[in-house]
């Protein structure tokens, strides 16, 4: 069978675009070496940092600030489509160093982009985050900090792919791309299986 796309890699990023690609019409195949999900997506810490799209420092912060944007929708649309909740929670975060000078040099990071953050001290540590060590003395509240619970949102998209009609193949490595003028024709799959489409992620 041949698809409008298929997708190399079935972490949380080719799932993600595997999801958002299916609700556009688009048929998709997902190839995984493993079951999809379960290699660096899965250990994650599932940490998303905040953003400022009214300050541009560069690509990174840019596509940071992008993407903090988006994850309260996305991830409602997500539940929506799968019925599982992926964990995410506008958590706030708590950054600890052992040096006063990292975390100075942290809250000015977060100053050049204008993102709130405030200094804990003393048992100020202990009441927000009461598993740091009382040595902590002090350390940084960051509320605009969000995270999501990895294999909760692995599932998630999982589902949601399963539901939207995309094609899962795991425990296939793909081992070679077939390019013809410049051009990718197929991909070839671990036992020699080739399978093709119009564009390739």
Known sequence: MNWDVIVVG???I???VAWELSRHGVSVCVVDRQQPGREASWAGAGLLPPGNLEVD???EQRLRAFSAALWREWVAGLFDASGVDSGYR???AVEVADEEVSLTDTAAAYADERIAVHWLRGREVQRIEKGLAPEIGQAL???SFCQVRNPHHLR???VACARAGVA???DRAAVRWDVERGRIRSVELAGGERIAAERYV
Request: a negative charge; hydrophobic letters at 45%.
């Open 90 to 92: 506008e958590s706030g």
């Open 14 to 16: 080719g799932l993600s």
């Open 168 to 170: 899962i193949i795991p």
């Open 10 to 12: 079935g972490g949380v």
């Open 57 to 59: 420092l560069g690509p």
């Open 141 to 143: 509240w960051v509320p």
């Open 156 to 158: 998630a998209l999982h």
